[in-house]
């Protein structure tokens, strides 16, 4: 029997009983995050069903679908965690990774290549046909228990081939992605950081400033119908 299924069959107040930890409530168009425990195994689960009415039946299964899809397009791809299914349309079941913030961990937890393997994490995605979407949250960015860079909440993400407005945002996502990779470098290693990365931290594209202009009170309406209920 696989993972999902028997999460499945536990029913909700039972996979409350399996949390041990809440990494973060839910709250507007934010999913709860919990880890449980299963068969000895922990898993990430990101849970939208919190949400308001509205939210759920549509925003929520939406973003699960699209993160899902990341997940599965990137399946083997090391440095990113696996995904096991959905519970439903709104709950995203997810491999839980022994990582930390990036940002959180001394420099001698890092490994000597962590931005070279970084680096050659973002241009698989990228390669792959997807784009994060949110790196310049370095939040995103954890370092695993062995030195290496391991990428998370993919919710933000654009596949290609899914619909012509992917196609049009998915450069503009690509760019966003390095952004992250430059912000970090700046961050962990500013020996390593150079003129061009500075450059291409404050050069924006004219679509892509619209783009963000557009973005933001987006975000605000998205929180106030999640609050609707």
Not at 155 to 172: D, E, K, Q, V, Y
């Given at each position: 029997?696989?993972?999902?299924?028997e999460l499945?069959?536990l029913?909700?107040?039972?996979?409350?009983?399996?949390?041990v930890?809440?990494?973060?409530p839910?709250?507007?168009a934010?999913?709860?995050v919990?880890?449980?425990?299963?068969?000895?195994?922990?898993?990430?689960?990101?849970?939208?069903?919190?949400?308001?009415?509205?939210?759920k039946?549509?925003l929520?299964?939406?973003?699960?679908?699209?993160?899902?899809?990341?997940?599965?397009?990137l399946?083997?791809?090391?440095g990113?965690?696996?995904?096991?299914?959905?519970l439903?349309p709104?709950?995203?079941?997810?491999?839980?990774v022994?990582?930390?913030?990036?940002?959180?961990?001394?420099?001698?937890?890092l490994?000597?290549?962590?931005?070279?393997?970084?680096?050659?994490?973002?241009?698989?995605?990228h390669?792959?046909?997807?784009?994060?979407?949110?790196l310049?949250?370095?939040?995103?960015?954890?370092?695993?228990?062995?030195?290496?860079p391991v990428?998370v909440?993919?919710?933000?993400?654009?596949?290609?081939g899914?619909n012509?407005l992917?196609?049009?945002?998915?450069?503009l996502?690509?760019?966003?992605?390095?952004?992250?990779?430059?912000?970090?470098?700046?961050?962990?290693?500013?020996g390593?950081f150079?003129?061009?990365?500075?450059?291409?931290l404050?050069?924006r594209?004219?679509?892509?400033?619209?783009?963000r202009r557009?973005?933001?009170?987006?975000?605000?309406?998205?929180k106030?119908?999640?609050?609707?209920?």
């Amino acid at each position: 029997m696989n993972t999902v299924t028997e999460l499945n069959q536990l029913g909700r107040q039972r996979l409350e009983e399996l949390t041990v930890a809440v990494a973060r409530p839910g709250q507007a168009a934010r999913p709860a995050v919990r880890v449980v425990q299963l068969n000895g195994c922990e898993l990430v689960i990101k849970d939208y069903a919190t949400q308001g009415s509205w939210f759920k039946r549509l925003l929520g299964s939406f973003l699960v679908a699209r993160e899902k899809a990341a997940y599965q397009r990137l399946e083997d791809v090391e440095g990113v965690p696996r995904c096991y299914g959905t519970l439903g349309p709104c709950i995203l079941v997810l491999e839980r990774v022994a990582a930390q913030p990036v940002l959180a961990a001394a420099p001698e937890q890092l490994s000597d290549d962590f931005l070279e393997v970084l680096t050659a994490l973002v241009t698989n995605l990228h390669r792959r046909g997807v784009a994060h979407g949110d790196l310049e949250k370095l939040t995103n960015i954890l370092v695993d228990q062995h030195g290496q860079p391991v990428l998370v909440d993919f919710a933000a993400s654009i596949i290609t081939g899914s619909n012509p407005l992917a196609a049009l945002l998915f450069p503009l996502l690509c760019d966003s992605d390095w952004r992250g990779v430059h912000k970090l470098t700046k961050h962990i290693a500013p020996g390593q950081f150079t003129a061009e990365q500075q450059q291409a931290l404050t050069k924006r594209s004219w679509i892509e400033r619209l783009f963000r202009r557009i973005r933001e009170p987006l975000r605000e309406f998205i929180k106030r119908c999640a609050y609707d209920r």
